[in-house]
């Protein structure tokens, strides 16, 4: 394998937590419109990446191969608790 298939593996391998990073950090005013924002949409996304990004790292590393449920799940779990933390005051 090419450095270039191994970039685009890479790649592939860390957008659902991009997406899901994303979205978190876009829709997360919607349900806490009481709070005070949070300093920013970018930063809110990029911490909420590296947790998604390490759970699904974790999830490679415990059941050897990417793309198990479990994985997806702990990286929600991971972000959406990144997202909360982010949010308190």
């Known amino acids: 394998m090419g ?3 191994q970039v685009n593996h890479l790649l592939n ?3 659902p937590a991009l997406a899901v990073a994303a979205i978190l950090a876009l829709v997360a005013p919607l349900f806490y419109r009481k709070r005070p924002a949070a300093p920013a949409l970018l930063a809110q996304a ?4 590296v947790a998604g ?3 699904l790292g974790i999830g490679l590393w415990y059941f050897g191969h ?3 449920m479990a994985s997806y799940a702990g990286m929600l779990l991971a972000c959406s608790l990144s997202q ?3 949010l308190q005051n």
Do not use: M, V
Request: glycine share 6%.
């Open 53 to 55: 990004a390490a759970a």
């Open 13 to 15: 391998f860390l957008a």
């Open 84 to 86: 909360a933390l982010f």
């Open 66 to 68: 990417d793309g198990k």
């Open 3 to 5: 450095p270039l298939d």
């Open 46 to 49: 990029a911490i909420n990446f």
